[in-house]
């Protein structure tokens, strides 16, 4: 079982900044990838960001060039920088971890508000 503690979420205005992190209980080097979704209030679940085991990274369009997800094997995290902020940004950010077909995971998620 592998258990994923998000941090970083918080209340903040247009076009300022957060970083997100996502905790892992265990080593991350294996995992196959990690990913970030979001959902907003009444919305489904949507993908924002992953990044694979080799580093390559993939975003939803509409945050490319103002998010950037990494991965520090290290300290077990992976982290999503989210710089120029919008308000349809807003909702509930949930880390996944996918290692194979029958093992992934989700975290309890952060809330991420943007509004002036």
């Known amino acids: 079982q592998v258990q994923l503690v998000e941090s970083g979420g918080g209340l903040v205005q247009p076009g300022e900044s957060l970083r997100l992190s996502c905790e892992a209980s265990?080593?991350?080097?294996?995992?196959?990838?990690m990913s970030w979704y979001r959902q907003a209030p009444g919305k489904e679940r949507d993908f924002v960001a992953r990044i694979f085991s080799g580093g390559s990274t993939h975003y939803r369009d509409s945050v490319k060039g103002r998010f950037t997800i990494s991965r520090d094997n290290a300290k077990n995290t992976v982290y999503l920088q989210m710089n120029t902020l919008k308000p349809e940004d807003t909702g509930v950010y949930y880390c996944r971890a996918y290692i194979s077909s029958r093992a992934e995971y989700w975290g309890q998620g952060t809330q991420v508000t943007v509004s002036s």
């Open positions: 265990t080593s991350i080097f294996s995992f196959n990838f």
